[in-house]
């Protein structure tokens, strides 16, 4: 049984919408945040969700652990799996420390003990814990995506705005890259010439999940209701390798975005900023699908996304699928599988996820190589902006727009439609960019025997965007309709999680 698929996305839209300073640490924190901090003056930490991304934040905060952050202790954990919570436990435990415990993170909001939390649950719950902690006068450390969808990312950028004398930072950690900042301003110094466009990949080994009949159980000691928050309660309907509940939300709309809004933000979010960080692009239009086999999943494993700029275009590939059938190695774009590369008139720039940042010249000869340290840099911006009551590096309005044109790349693929291989090349001939950007999706689909004619591409519609209502439009009122009520452009939540507006 499938929750969410793309038809019936467009289904519900048609009936809906047819319808101070960190002082060398010399200070201590509760001195300049006017709060109580840990008997020595410690940041007192809670962490929401550590399964897997969470469980490096947790480090962070152990006693004795070898990515200690300076200045701050764990105090509070909250998981809605028994056995996280126990593995949390007997890691505090192991450090020296007692810490509270939660399944509901309303109730860790609540307590005085803690000054700030660390969001890293699945991506539905970012927006709608943001606002609860800062409304809770918390400080946020929220890990991307900012959101599920455009809207309720809108409200944490309001919330972040409205209890402003809290910290809210996004964890997209190339904000805190001295080696990606050199290379922007190398970019914007122009010595490379105007930028022609922009590509930026996510070639990233995807695997299928798998091939289930039916809802699959819900593991015991996990509360589920608490895990599903604000999407729509339906059973799990996936049982991979990582089993019913956690990782695998990735793949399935009413949690995820595929891996667009999982690697891929971070280079959506380089891929902006290196155009000059301006907000939403004027147009967007995705074409890709699910290819190469068939599973439980929803989201595409190869997309391909361009958005318009005054300065320049933006093209996004997204490919789970290896350099050949059968092959794990990925495809390289311009010397990277996933990485971003402005394209300027006299040369390029790729900044790679593996840590290179390169300038090379039209003929691919490296120009210069940029430096600069890198290590565990977010984290520790992060302590700092609390300890000087301001965030330099990840804001959350930021993080927001990056995460966004993730979301819109997804919903003009949601509001597409099936169509022949030859239609795709016909909508795509008038753009140079896009066209090679699908001349080489077509080579990729070629090398992995995937055959457009017996499973055809997804095409989505060029859709307008207005930047300042966060809105879409095209010609056809009803694509209209289906793009703007798109659960990915805007969900209010579910009853007891409902999304507060406040933008
Ligand atoms: N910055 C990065 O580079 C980076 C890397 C990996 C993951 N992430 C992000 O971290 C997040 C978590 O990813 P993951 O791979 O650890 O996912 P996961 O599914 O393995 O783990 C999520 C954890 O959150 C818990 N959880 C779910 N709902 C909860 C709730 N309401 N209250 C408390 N706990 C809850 C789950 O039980 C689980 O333990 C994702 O949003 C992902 O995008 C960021």
């Not at 904000?175 to 190398?186: D, G, H, L, V």
């Not at 990925?330 to 006299?346: F, I, P, W």
């Not at 040369?347 to 290179?356: K, L, Q, S, V």
Request: glycine share 10%; aromatic share 8%.
């Amino acid at each position: 049984m499938k929750t969410w698929s793309r038809k019936d996305f467009l289904k519900a839209s048609l009936i809906g919408g047819g319808a101070a300073l960190v002082a060398g640490q010399t200070r201590l924190y509760g001195q300049v945040a006017g709060r109580a901090g840990s008997a020595n003056g410690d940041i007192r930490v809670g962490i929401v969700g550590f399964n897997a991304q969470g469980w490096g934040h947790l480090q962070n905060y152990l006693p004795g652990s070898k990515s200690k952050l300076d200045g701050a202790v764990l105090a509070a954990i909250c998981d809605v799996d028994d056995k996280v919570l126990a593995k949390g436990r007997d890691a505090a435990n192991k450090a020296g420390l007692k810490v509270a415990e939660y399944k509901d993170y309303r109730k860790m909001f609540e307590s005085k003990e803690i000054d700030a939390v660390v969001l890293a649950p699945p991506n539905h719950q970012h927006s709608i814990m943001t606002i609860a902690a800062l409304q809770a006068g918390k400080d946020v450390y929220v890990e991307k995506p900012l959101s599920h969808n455009i809207w309720e990312g809108r409200q944490a950028v309001a919330a972040a705005k409205k209890y402003a004398k809290n910290i809210a930072l996004i964890g997209t950690q190339n904000r805190s890259s001295e080696q990606i900042m050199n290379a922007i301003a190398a970019l914007r110094s122009g010595k490379l010439g105007k930028i022609k466009w922009v590509t930026a990949t996510c070639y990233k080994p995807r695997d299928s999940i798998g091939l289930h009949e039916g809802p699959q159980p819900v593991p015991e000691g996990l509360d589920y209701d608490l895990w599903t928050g604000p999407a729509t309660l339906t059973p799990p309907t996936r049982n991979g390798p990582k089993g019913t509940v956690h990782y695998d939300w990735h793949w399935f709309w009413n949690y995820g975005g595929g891996d667009i809004t999982n690697q891929g933000i971070h280079q959506m979010d380089v891929a902006r900023w290196m155009l000059g960080a301006p907000g939403l692009p004027k147009s967007v239009m995705s074409f890709g699908g699910r290819f190469g086999y068939r599973d439980d999943a929803e989201t595409p494993n190869t997309l391909v996304s361009v958005m318009h700029y005054d300065t320049a275009p933006l093209i996004f590939e997204v490919r789970g699928l290896g350099r050949k059938k059968g092959m794990r190695a990925m495809d390289v774009y311009r010397k990277s599988s996933v990485g971003v590369v402005a394209q300027c008139e006299n040369g390029y720039i790729n900044i790679a996820e593996n840590g290179g940042a390169i300038a090379y010249d039209n003929d691919g000869k490296k120009i210069e190589s940029f430096e600069g340290s890198d290590n565990g840099a977010h984290r520790k911006n992060w302590i700092k902006a609390i300890q000087t009551r301001k965030v330099t590096h990840g804001l959350i309005e930021e993080g927001h727009l990056s995460t966004s044109m993730c979301h819109l790349a997804n919903i003009s693929y949601l509001a597409g439609a099936e169509k022949a291989n030859a239609q795709l090349a016909d909508a795509v001939a008038s753009d140079l960019t896009t066209k090679d950007a699908y001349w080489r999706m077509l080579d990729h689909l070629k090398s992995n025997e995937v055959d457009l004619d017996a499973t055809k591409p997804i095409v989505g519609p060029l859709l307008k965007v207005d930047g300042k209502t966060e809105t879409l439009s095209h010609g056809d009122q009803v694509i209209t309709d289906a793009a703007n009520n798109c659960p990915i452009r805007k969900r209010t939540g579910r009853k007891g999680f409902e999304i507060p507006q406040i933008a």
